[in-house]
């Protein structure tokens, strides 16, 4: 059955940005930094058709979709004439940091990802105004947050996602559990019902992008204001360490990684999926971008998703815009590359890529969906998404959550205690701020 996701996600979004104190759609932690930077532009004018003939670049972050990605460039090719060039960096590697080099070397992707807010800061020299863009007008409004400057959209977001600890229900079923765990002491008991039956609850991951930005969100979205309490970390005005957020949160932390495989510190993202997917393990902290992984090894599984409590109360998921696709004004073809996301949104061929073969939420309230065609995660998410949480990490500078990652795996390896972790979390803000 088709389902429409405007109504559910506009009122999700809504409580997310909310949540972060981000009111409007002026992104505030753009434009202090970013003011002086900003080239004095024209209306933008609506996109043209595509030339012949060209070739444009995308450099973007997502694995999971990178195969299917090559092949959809194929078909826009075809019906264009325009070449699509993808380089994908993620995964194990430092995509920010990748694609500042390749900016440093004299390369200009015409299409770049960028998660907005402070991130977006560094390219606001070469970021276009996506304003006046035809898909615009479709979006679910607050996900245009992230990348809105001075009332001005700077990136197409990429769809919406959440996350939390994804979960085999049949392994659940094989222990004997029957209903699911809602608090921490009922994810407690869950893992040691796990243990009890001979299963390993947790499967985890030694990147330092998903303990430092996924695990890291779950005591920064708990805070009472998420903003605020970001921007008084970064002024130095309040700390991680004392906080009693983060107190209550190293005990999710030390539930997941105690109970985890043996091989944890050696366990990157592909073995993570592909180890859960077989049924190594009941649960792991992922979102719905890895349902296209998962059925490549086992379509069949039956999973849900799970909240991530870190007290007596009920935890949430968490959802939010991943990334935004930026249109780079010093690239050789940026009128091209609007001309392919403007096709990505509104062609037949675009929105079926979208959602059946990249398994995305739309962003966009116009394209629908099948059950069958996003995959049980996200179906889950859209059923859990009345009480989510946001992602805040992209309100920290360039370079903080790769500090929070550093930190996160020596914690994961047992070289730090419960203070000593948050002080390097701390460490790791101070470092980038006082730069």
């Known amino acids: 059955m088709k389902k429409r996701l405007a109504f559910t996600f506009a009122i999700v979004c809504t409580l997310i940005i909310a949540g972060c104190g981000n009111g409007g759609n002026n992104n505030s932690a753009v434009n202090d930094s970013a003011n002086n930077t900003q080239k004095e532009s024209a209306a933008p004018e609506a996109t ?17 979709i990178a195969e299917q990605l090559n092949t959809l460039a194929e078909e826009y090719e075809k019906e264009t004439g325009v070449k699509v060039e993808v380089e994908t960096h993620g995964g194990g590697e430092d995509y920010g940091a990748l694609l500042k080099a390749e900016i440093a070397s004299g390369s200009e992707p015409e299409i770049f990802n960028n998660g907005g807010y402070t991130a977006l800061v560094p390219y606001m020299d070469r970021a276009t105004d996506l304003s006046g863009e035809a898909w615009v007008k479709d979006l679910i409004p607050t996900s245009k ?16 996602e959440g996350y939390g600890l994804i979960y085999n229900k049949a392994l659940f079923e094989k222990a004997g559990i029957t209903e699911e765990p809602k608090t921490l002491p009922q994810l407690k008991e869950v893992a040691a019902k796990l243990k009890a039956a001979g299963i390993t609850p947790f499967e985890a991951t030694n990147e330092w992008w998903s303990m430092g930005i996924h695990l890291v969100n779950v005591g920064l979205a708990n805070q009472p204001d998420p903003k605020k309490f970001i921007e008084d970390v970064k002024a130095g005005t309040e700390t ?29 993202y592909a073995t993570q999926v592909a180890d859960f997917a077989s049924g190594k393990a009941a649960m792991m902290l992922q979102g719905n971008w890895t349902q296209g992984d998962i059925d490549k090894i086992d379509p069949a599984l039956n999973l849900g998703i799970l909240p991530l409590p870190i007290s007596d109360k009920e935890g949430t998921i968490l959802v939010g815009v991943p990334n935004n696709y930026v249109v780079n004004s010093k690239s050789e073809h940026p009128e091209e590359a609007k001309a392919f996301l403007n096709w990505l949104v509104t062609s037949e061929t675009g929105k079926q890529y979208l959602t059946k073969e990249f398994k995305f939420i739309p962003a966009e309230t116009n394209i629908e969906t099948k059950a069958e065609d996003i995959g049980q995660v996200a179906v889950a998410v859209q059923e859990k998404s ?34 000593q972790l948050l002080e390097k979390l701390d460490k790791a803000v101070q470092d980038i701020v006082k730069q």
């Open 48 to 64: 043209t058709a595509p030339a012949k003939d060209v070739t444009i670049k995308m450099f973007q972050f997502k694995v999971e």
């Open 145 to 160: 947050t992230p990348a809105t400057v001075d009332g001005k959209l700077y990136g197409m977001p990429m769809n919406v």
């Open 240 to 268: 991680i360490k004392g906080n009693e957020v983060f107190k209550q949160w190293l005990d999710l932390v030390d539930v997941i990684f105690d109970n985890a495989q043996d091989n944890k510190m050696t366990t990157d």
């Open 386 to 419: 009345a009480t989510a949480l946001g992602w805040n990490w992209d309100m920290f500078p360039d370079g903080v959550t790769q500090g929070f990652g550093a930190a996160m795996q020596e914690y994961l390896g047992g070289k730090l205690s419960h203070d």
